[in-house]
């Protein structure tokens, strides 16, 4: 009898990243193939339930582990640099309606072949009734707006910004007078809420805007049709989140990928980047006329067209749960019997 195949998930344990992992072994585990999902206890316990089909018949496995600590002494980079030389192939979070060129340039580099698995976007929820506590207040207010008029503003949990930083894009946002929504987490250097602000913000914003702390429902919101656009940090899952629904972007990277992943979404027409000092610092300033002009400019017109038509690449759910995900399976069963 031929051996199912099985597959190991080590996703990065920030909870954002762990998701798209989550519905690729669930992905997987449709098609057979035996999965086990490796984090810590806690991320674990967060995850939504798997479904009953898939497990108690093995095709999905948990077990839990814990990573964060790097005693080999080797950079980062070396440490991809060894995986990608010491693997047969690579799959990406990506799709060749969007950025084909460069996956063949990839394959072309590296001599491996390349796999899109699809851009793994959530399912768009339904309209939930927040009726009550402040989510129902909230969304009563966004249902008054006008149709793509609010920019949501949201940097996640794990980007950890300075007081210098959140002053200027509260300055920012309050100078471009255009209304928004703002997900903020309590900063740690502030001693409360009121404290993350500039002193008189929220009074003098309350008009056309809303500050909630603490989680947001970050999906229902963006699904809202309110929101026309979206102030973050150029996350990849955050890009493949807010062009679902067909917003356009306005970038402030900070780490890793999200400067590269800045620079080619601007390149496809599809946002505006903030610009920054040659310190590398960014003003109130840049964020007003970023957000102006990704929002309401003439000058941005092609941007809000250009993302509301890759809405329909990047909302496509049969494209990426079916097809790429399909030929995913395909290579992983084709490279088993070959071996």
């Not at 007078?177 to 903020?184: Q, V």
């Not at 805007?209 to 919101?221: D, H, K, M, N, S």
Request: aromatic share 10%.
């Amino acid at each position: 009898m031929e051996e199912k195949l099985h597959v190991v998930m080590l996703p990065w344990i920030a909870f954002g990243h762990m998701i798209p992992f989550f519905q690729l072994s669930v992905a997987l585990a449709k098609a057979g193939i035996k999965v086990s999902f490796a984090s810590t206890p806690g991320n674990i316990k967060r995850l939504p339930a798997v479904p009953p089909a898939y497990r108690n018949d093995e095709a999905v496995g948990v077990f839990e582990g814990f990573y964060g600590e790097n005693a080999s002494g080797i950079t980062d980079g070396e440490r991809v640099s060894r995986i990608l030389n010491g693997c047969q192939a690579y799959a990406v979070r990506s799709c060749a309606e969007f950025e084909g060129d460069y996956l063949k340039l990839s394959e072309r580099l590296t001599g491996k072949p390349v796999i899109p698995v699809g851009l793994l976007p959530r399912e768009k929820p339904e309209r939930k009734q927040f009726t009550d506590g402040r989510w129902g207040e909230i969304f009563k207010w966004l249902d008054d707006q006008k149709p793509r008029s609010v920019v949501f503003v949201g940097f996640g949990s794990e980007c950890k910004l300075t007081k210098d930083q959140v002053y200027e894009i509260a300055h920012g946002v309050e100078l471009s007078g255009l209304p928004f929504l703002w997900a903020l987490r309590k900063p740690g250097w502030a001693n409360d809420d009121r404290d993350a602000l500039p002193s008189g913000f929220g009074e003098r914003t309350s008009d056309r805007g809303i500050v909630c702390t603490g989680w947001a429902p970050q999906l229902e919101i963006l699904g809202h049709p309110s929101i026309g656009g979206s102030l973050f940090h150029s996350g990849w899952g955050s890009i493949i989140e807010i062009l679902q629904f067909g917003h356009t972007l306005i970038l402030l990277p900070f780490i890793i990928d999200q400067p590269l992943n800045a620079r080619y979404v601007v390149e496809k027409g599809l946002g505006v980047e903030i610009e920054r000092e040659e310190d590398g610092s960014f003003t109130r300033d840049g964020v007003e006329k970023a957000l102006k002009l990704a929002m309401v400019s003439v000058e941005g017109k092609s941007q809000r067209e250009k993302a509301s038509e890759a809405g329909a690449i990047f909302g496509n759910l049969k494209l990426h749960q079916d097809y790429y995900i399909g030929k995913f399976v395909d290579f992983l069963k084709e490279e088993k019997r070959n071996v």
